[in-house]
């Protein structure tokens, strides 16, 4: 298993007070090798900060979290970084390129970030570029690529530095019907090359392209099969 | 390292004129400082040039009462002055400073001199021997110097400088021609002249000063027919000749010393003095410093001001960078990461702004030395210090900014777009 949480909450404002907003109840979430889930749920759920947490970019309250054989709740500030850096490929709903940067250059961010050599950084990129279907896009800024283009550059860069999990927050939701269709057509074939998925959604046509799904509800998470909750 | 660079670079280049803005301070800032330190190294070189051509090295130890040079029209020789013994001149020569050395008597001229009805206006009456002239680095210019036989006889000979020569013969043929020094008669023997073809460039009033004072009209008579004319007993004074323009001070003060050393009688004010131009050149050029160090201080103040505005633009940025700062960071970038790039924004910024400035600079330099007429040097340690100073102004005023990025929670980065 490659993701672990164990009764994870997570407090908003000092805990015990008036003030304090749970938004993580008592999560309890495996993951493993290979596979591919969706957390929906509608916003305001909690499911943006189990993503956060998933992601290693916040920590939780209380609960234990194992990434692999690491206790995250154990990091500090830089091996958290370096854990998202190696381990985890992030995807957006807004794409975060960078807009002066060409595909090559967006992509090859985090390499430089791993000490890459510019060569090495180059045809790594430009091999990811390929994979998710830009092959002829490389050199266009982001101004230059439609919105699905733009995701896939997005896609590639997370998936650029051989992540153990590609974690995807409404990977869709800024995109149209069929280039959202395309993309999750292009995670269905990330997935069946062996790529860990974890996606984030409100859509439930989107999560049904998962092969697991769970529900979160006021912070609370529940399998699929649960109908605890839903609707 | 590099990829910092190139993003720096990168993002000054796309948002140019907000950059150009920001850096203006700086600009403004360091191409004052090199304007300044311009013209205060064209003076200063102009100052040692003239001096090397125009003093030929020599310096003047003059006896003076109270830092005032005696004047021999109205003043006896005071009290335990020796006269300056040949022995005391070859202690003098003997300093490794001193090139050569000779005594002379001096006399300003009020009334006395006269050619035919013409009356010779200011200058000087010198009492010299053989050597004056080379240590002075005089040239016969027509005519002849002093003779051994001259000094002998004690003929009534003298030796006239160009001045002295337009002042009272005007166009005459001077040789041959006898003016009434002293109430004697003195038979002009030659016409002297500078050695060396320099002119100086006079642009001040302090110019005209330091190149005219020192050689204007001078009768030179045998030291010897001295006392027949004047007093016996006037004040020697010596002649020295420094090795180079940078041992004028030191030879004047040794020998001024040494001549002191047989004067008995110091308590009454009495000693000689150097009438060292170097030293009079550098009174001058630490005045012009001074006044040009309050400059740069204010224009130290102007690039202060241009490092708050390079911060506050930097803030700007890292705020509308949020999201660009969160992606980072969220991808894996360490906050060292983050810091480093915008350091380096900060600091390519300021030095980009310390080139444009050095550049301006020497322009505006150059523009002074066309309009003022004052002279410039372009000091290239002045440049690099410059351009390394608005690096690290940069990297300073970049601290602030850089650590608000670093410190960014992505999280919340992220959500603000």
Same mark, same amino acid.
């Given at each position: 298993?490659?993701?672990?949480?164990?009764?994870?909450?997570?407090?908003?404002?000092?805990?015990?007070?008036?003030?304090?907003? *749970?938004?993580?109840?008592?999560?309890?979430?495996?993951?493993?090798?290979?596979?591919?889930?969706?957390?929906?749920? *509608?916003?305001?759920?909690?499911?943006?900060?189990?993503?956060?947490?998933?992601?290693?970019?916040?920590? *939780?309250?209380?609960?234990?979290?194992?990434?692999?054989?690491?206790?995250?709740?154990?990091?500090?500030?830089?091996?958290?970084?370096?854990?998202? #850096?190696?381990?985890?490929?992030?995807?957006?709903?807004?794409?975060?390129?960078?807009?002066?940067?060409?595909?090559?250059?967006?992509?090859?961010?985090?390499?430089?970030?791993?000490?890459?050599?510019?060569?090495?950084?180059?045809? /790594?990129?430009?091999?990811?570029?390929?994979?998710?279907? #830009?092959?002829?896009?490389?050199?266009?800024?982001?101004?230059?690529?439609?919105?699905?283009?733009?995701? /896939?550059?997005?896609? %590639?860069?997370?998936?650029?530095?051989?992540?153990?999990?590609?974690? %995807?927050?409404?990977?869709?939701?800024?995109?149209?019907?069929?280039?959202?269709?395309?993309?999750?057509?292009?995670?269905?074939?990330?997935?069946?090359?062996?790529?860990?998925?974890?996606?984030?959604?409100?859509?439930?046509?989107?999560?049904?392209?998962?092969?697991?799904?769970?529900?979160?509800?006021?912070?609370?998470?529940?399998?699929?099969?649960?109908?605890?909750?839903?609707? | 390292?590099?990829?910092?660079?190139?993003?720096?670079?990168?993002?000054?280049?796309?948002?140019?004129?907000?950059?150009?803005?920001?850096?203006?301070?700086?600009?403004? @800032?360091?191409?004052?400082?090199?304007?300044?330190?311009?013209?205060?190294?064209?003076?200063?070189?102009?100052? $040692?040039?003239?001096?090397?051509?125009?003093?030929?090295?020599?310096?003047?130890?003059?006896?003076?009462?109270?830092?005032?040079?005696?004047?021999?029209?109205?003043?006896?020789?005071?009290?335990?002055?020796?006269?300056?013994?040949?022995?005391?001149?070859?202690?003098?020569?003997?300093?490794?400073?001193?090139?050569?050395?000779?005594?002379?008597?001096?006399?300003?001229? &009020?009334?006395?001199?006269?050619?035919?009805?013409?009356?010779?206006?200011? !200058?000087?009456?010198?009492?010299?021997?053989?050597?004056?002239?080379?240590?002075?680095?005089?040239?016969?210019?027509? @005519?002849?110097?002093?003779?051994?036989?001259?000094?002998?006889?004690?003929?009534?000979?003298?030796?006239?400088?160009?001045?002295?020569?337009? @002042?009272?013969?005007?166009?005459?043929?001077?040789? !041959?021609?006898?003016?009434?020094?002293?109430?004697?008669? &003195?038979?002009?023997?030659?016409?002297?002249?500078?050695?060396?073809?320099?002119?100086?460039?006079?642009?001040?009033?302090?110019?005209?000063?330091?190149?005219?004072?020192?050689?204007?009209?001078?009768?030179?008579?045998?030291?010897?027919?001295?006392?027949?004319?004047?007093?016996?007993?006037?004040?020697?004074?010596?002649?020295?000749?420094?090795?180079?323009?940078?041992?004028?001070?030191?030879?004047?003060?040794?020998?001024?010393?040494?001549?002191?050393? &047989?004067?008995?009688?110091?308590?009454?004010?009495?000693? &000689?003095?150097?009438?060292?131009?170097?030293?009079?050149?550098?009174?001058?050029?630490?005045?012009?410093?001074?006044?040009?160090?309050?400059?740069?201080?204010?224009?130290?103040?102007?690039?202060?001001?241009?490092?708050? @505005?390079?911060?506050?633009?930097?803030?700007?940025?890292?705020?509308?960078?949020?999201?660009?700062? !969160?992606?980072?960071?969220?991808?894996?970038?360490?906050?060292? $990461?983050?810091?480093?790039?915008?350091?380096?924004?900060?600091?390519?910024?300021?030095?980009? !702004?310390?080139?444009?400035?050095?550049?301006?600079?020497?322009?505006?330099?150059?523009?002074?030395?066309?309009?003022?007429?004052?002279?410039?040097?372009?000091?290239?340690?002045?440049?690099?210090?410059?351009?390394?100073?608005?690096?690290?102004?940069?990297?300073?005023?970049?601290?602030?900014?850089?650590? $608000?990025?670093?410190?960014?929670?992505?999280?919340?980065?992220?959500?603000?777009?």
């Amino acid at each position: 298993m490659i993701v672990k949480l164990d009764n994870i909450y997570k407090v908003y404002g000092e805990s015990g007070t008036d003030t304090s907003v *749970p938004a993580l109840n008592d999560v309890s979430l495996t993951v493993d090798r290979g596979e591919y889930v969706a957390i929906m749920g *509608p916003s305001g759920s909690g499911k943006s900060t189990l993503m956060n947490v998933i992601g290693c970019l916040d920590k *939780p309250t209380s609960g234990t979290y194992y990434f692999e054989d690491k206790d995250v709740l154990k990091l500090k500030d830089r091996q958290m970084s370096d854990l998202r #850096l190696h381990s985890i490929g992030f995807v957006f709903q807004s794409f975060y390129l960078m807009n002066e940067e060409n595909a090559i250059e967006n992509v090859a961010l985090p390499l430089s970030y791993a000490g890459v050599p510019k060569k090495e950084r180059e045809r /790594r990129a430009i091999e990811v570029l390929t994979k998710v279907g #830009l092959a002829d896009r490389v050199k266009f800024r982001p101004d230059q690529l439609s919105g699905g283009q733009k995701q /896939r550059v997005a896609i %590639a860069r997370a998936l650029v530095n051989n992540p153990k999990v590609l974690l %995807a927050d409404e990977p869709t939701g800024a995109l149209d019907q069929k280039s959202g269709a395309a993309i999750m057509d292009l995670f269905q074939q990330l997935n069946d090359e062996g790529t860990t998925i974890i996606m984030i959604t409100h859509d439930s046509n989107i999560a049904s392209h998962a092969k697991k799904i769970y529900k979160i509800v006021d912070g609370q998470l529940f399998s699929g099969t649960d109908e605890q909750g839903v609707e | 390292m590099f990829e910092n660079l190139r993003l720096a670079f990168r993002g000054i280049w796309t948002h140019k004129l907000r950059s150009f803005l920001t850096m203006l301070g700086i600009i403004i @800032g360091i191409a004052s400082i090199i304007a300044i330190v311009s013209t205060i190294e064209g003076t200063n070189q102009r100052i $040692k040039e003239n001096l090397i051509g125009a003093g030929s090295n020599t310096v003047s130890v003059i006896l003076c009462q109270d830092d005032y040079p005696i004047d021999t029209n109205y003043m006896e020789i005071p009290d335990g002055v020796p006269m300056v013994t040949d022995s005391t001149l070859e202690e003098i020569r003997d300093f490794d400073e001193v090139m050569s050395a000779s005594r002379y008597t001096e006399r300003m001229v &009020y009334d006395g001199v006269y050619y035919k009805e013409t009356t010779m206006e200011g !200058g000087y009456v010198r009492g010299v021997e053989m050597d004056y002239f080379s240590t002075a680095n005089l040239a016969v210019k027509e @005519g002849r110097l002093f003779t051994d036989d001259d000094l002998k006889k004690f003929r009534k000979v003298c030796v006239i400088d160009e001045e002295t020569c337009a @002042g009272l013969l005007g166009n005459e043929d001077p040789l !041959g021609k006898v003016l009434e020094i002293g109430g004697d008669a &003195y038979t002009i023997v030659g016409v002297i002249t500078p050695r060396n073809t320099f002119t100086p460039d006079i642009n001040s009033v302090d110019d005209y000063y330091t190149f005219t004072q020192p050689e204007s009209g001078t009768v030179y008579i045998p030291l010897c027919d001295w006392p027949i004319s004047y007093r016996y007993d006037v004040p020697e004074n010596v002649l020295v000749r420094a090795a180079s323009t940078d041992d004028m001070t030191a030879a004047g003060k040794k020998s001024a010393d040494q001549l002191n050393s &047989y004067i008995h009688a110091r308590e009454y004010g009495v000693g &000689y003095q150097a009438q060292d131009l170097l030293e009079q050149a550098q009174q001058m050029q630490e005045l012009a410093n001074s006044t040009n160090k309050m400059l740069i201080w204010i224009a130290g103040i102007s690039l202060l001001v241009g490092g708050i @505005g390079v911060m506050n633009i930097m803030l700007v940025s890292v705020t509308e960078r949020t999201a660009e700062i !969160g992606l980072k960071k969220a991808i894996g970038a360490r906050k060292s $990461k983050v810091m480093g790039q915008f350091l380096t924004e900060a600091a390519v910024l300021t030095s980009l !702004g310390g080139v444009i400035g050095v550049a301006s600079g020497i322009g505006l330099a150059k523009v002074i030395s066309i309009v003022a007429n004052i002279p410039v040097a372009i000091s290239w340690p002045a440049t690099v210090v410059s351009v390394v100073f608005s690096t690290i102004i940069g990297i300073v005023f970049g601290i602030l900014p850089s650590r $608000k990025a670093a410190n960014l929670n992505p999280i919340d980065a992220l959500r603000t777009n």
